[in-house]
């Protein structure tokens, strides 16, 4: 290769590729025109835009008082909506801090012949079935019966009329059930 001192180090050039590049080197570029310069901006300026504008891209100027406009009108319906028992808990328009006050939730009687606490009327108390398994057969002097396990959940359901507010309580339990088996 040439031992030009001009010319900055370049790697090695293949032998067949020496006078291509040679040739390359001898071509000056000539100055942009003005209007290509012009188009290539407006190209950019229309990219950009579209870019901007783009409905996959979040606009947060739209969005942000939207969510703000929305968190308004749902403080408003809940102010009207619930009214002073929102502000002021426990009172007696309170019906669930009436409920705690007077019986727990962990006391509530199987019984709903009775009204419950405050303004509550019952409405239903079910039993289900959840599970059931046999412990085995023992023999007792009436004959053999099988010792049976069985799992309930109970649903207590209680109305306040004047309020419109429900309560159900769900309950597990478990009892033991001997049940007397046919002999021949």
């Given amino acids: 290769m040439s031992e030009n001192t001009n010319e900055p180090d370049l790697p090695e050039i293949p032998e067949s ?22 188009q290539l901006h407006r190209e950019y300026r229309i990219t950009a835009m579209n870019a901007a504008y783009s409905p996959a891209r979040m606009h947060w100027r739209r969005v942000i008082p939207l969510a703000a406009a929305c968190c308004l009108a749902t403080f408003a319906y809940v102010s009207l909506r619930y009214g002073t028992d929102l502000w002021q808990p426990g009172t007696e328009s309170d019906p669930v ?16 012949s009775a009204p419950s ?8 108390a079910q039993g289900y079935i ?3 398994a046999s412990k085995g057969v023992i023999e ?24 419109g507010t429900n309560i159900r309580i769900f309950k597990p339990r478990s009892e033991e ?3 007397p088996l046919q002999t021949d």
């Avoid at 590729?17 to 012009?38: F, G, H, I, Q, Y």
């Avoid at 962990?106 to 019984?111: A, F, L, N, Q, R």
């Fill in 117 to 124: 606490a405050g303004d509550f009327v019952p409405v239903s």
């Fill in 17 to 38: 590729d020496v006078e291509l590049e040679a040739l390359l080197r001898k071509l000056n570029p000539a100055p942009m025109e003005c209007s290509t310069r012009d």
């Fill in 140 to 163: 007792t002097d009436d004959g053999p019966r099988e010792r049976m396990a069985v799992e309930y959940r109970d649903a207590y359901h209680w109305h306040d009329p004047k309020t």
């Fill in 130 to 132: 959840v599970n059931s």
């Fill in 97 to 112: 801090a009436t409920l705690r006050e007077v019986t727990p939730v962990e006391e509530v009687p199987p019984s709903l």
């Fill in 177 to 179: 059930v001997i049940v």
